[in-house]
């Protein structure tokens, strides 16, 4: 089979594997389709090699068909569809309490360990999501994203009627603000890029640059003045962190979605002044993947137009490069079996 391997250096190379067997309680998956995302694209920067095992296969957002069983596992067949929840989390500890999705010993797949980006991967059958038979494939690779934004939305507690705003138009950002907006919400996106402004009104969302609006004043004038009553942080950047508080109302709650690695200044007189809530959203839990694949299955929402190019595995470091020359794109899709 063909693989993919991350060297370093802002290097994939593509080489031959012998197929293996799945192990016990394992499964073999042929690969359709893994979605590049941000944390792939770290990965390739260098950002994340004392974390990864160089050489290494990444890619975790994936879509696929069971091709093997291996010893003990059961409730799959082959030939299903099915989607990874790639979060190893069988080192869960007591301490956990429960939540063994940010189990304080938990182990992404497709980066603490081989990930999709290859023809078949073996994975352990308590990660997999069965899909419905008629599930497309390569909207099928969205799920993992999607859970994130499922599981974001759901931590926020929003409500039908609710006025969300998110901060970043991201996939993710984007992704956010259509489960929003599914759930009734009145939203609205706040993004600099003008090619992602766009591309947010091209999947029917109310997007609008702070270059451009006065973003406080812009909100309060759509709510008569009550303002936001959920904020999601996507962006990642100061002045995001400096509005957010800023467009929130009273008892608004805000969900911290972006990933800070170091220390950021936060008005946190707002929280006292106004009574608001910071919500900290990692990840996602079983429900969410299940919210997900329904979503994705109804084709209720215009999910296709987030894909913004489909390339084959033998193509995956101009695949990275090309990212690199043109961050206006939402999401690529390796086609694993082309």
Not at 231 to 246: H, I, N, R
């Amino acid at each position: 089979m063909i693989a993919t391997e991350y060297q370093g250096d802002k290097t994939f190379n593509v080489v031959n594997r012998e197929i293996t067997a799945p192990a016990e309680g394992e499964v073999r998956i042929k690969v359709a389709y893994v979605g590049v995302c941000g944390t792939d694209v770290h990965i390739y920067h260098g950002m994340m090699d004392k974390r990864v095992d160089i050489p290494v296969t990444i890619g975790h957002e994936m879509s696929g068909t069971i091709d093997a069983l291996g010893a003990g596992v059961t409730g799959f067949e082959v030939g299903e569809n099915v989607v990874v929840r790639p979060l190893d989390d069988r080192k869960a500890k007591p301490s956990d309490k429960g939540f063994n999705h940010i189990c304080e010993e938990l182990k992404f797949i497709g980066i603490d360990s081989p990930g999709a980006m290859q023809q078949y991967w073996n994975v352990p059958a308590f990660t997999l999501h069965k899909l419905p038979s008629k599930t497309d494939l390569k909207l099928a690779a969205l799920v993992e994203p999607l859970s994130v934004a499922v599981h974001d939305v759901r931590m926020s507690g929003l409500q039908k009627g609710e006025t969300a705003v998110v901060l970043g138009g991201g996939p993710i950002g984007l992704l956010v603000a259509l489960v929003a907006q599914e759930k009734g919400a009145n939203v609205i996106v706040s993004e600099v890029n003008e090619k992602r402004i766009a591309k947010a009104k091209e999947l029917g969302l109310n997007a609008q640059s702070p270059l451009k609006v006065g973003l406080v004043d812009y909100v309060r004038k759509e709510t008569e003045g009550r303002l936001a009553d959920v904020v999601f942080e996507v962006a990642g950047v100061q002045p995001a962190l400096d509005v957010m508080t800023e467009i929130a109302g009273i008892r608004g709650r805000i969900v911290m979605v972006a990933i800070h690695g170091q220390k950021k200044e936060i008005d946190l007189f707002k929280f006292f002044w106004k009574e608001l809530k910071l919500i900290g959203a990692r990840v996602y839990e079983k429900e969410d993947y299940e919210n997900a694949i329904a979503l994705i299955s109804s084709s209720s929402l215009p999910f296709s137009d987030m894909i913004t190019d489909v390339q084959p595995l033998s193509k995956i470091q101009q695949v990275f490069e090309k990212i690199d020359n043109n961050p206006d794109g939402l999401k690529v899709l390796m086609d694993c079996q082309s």
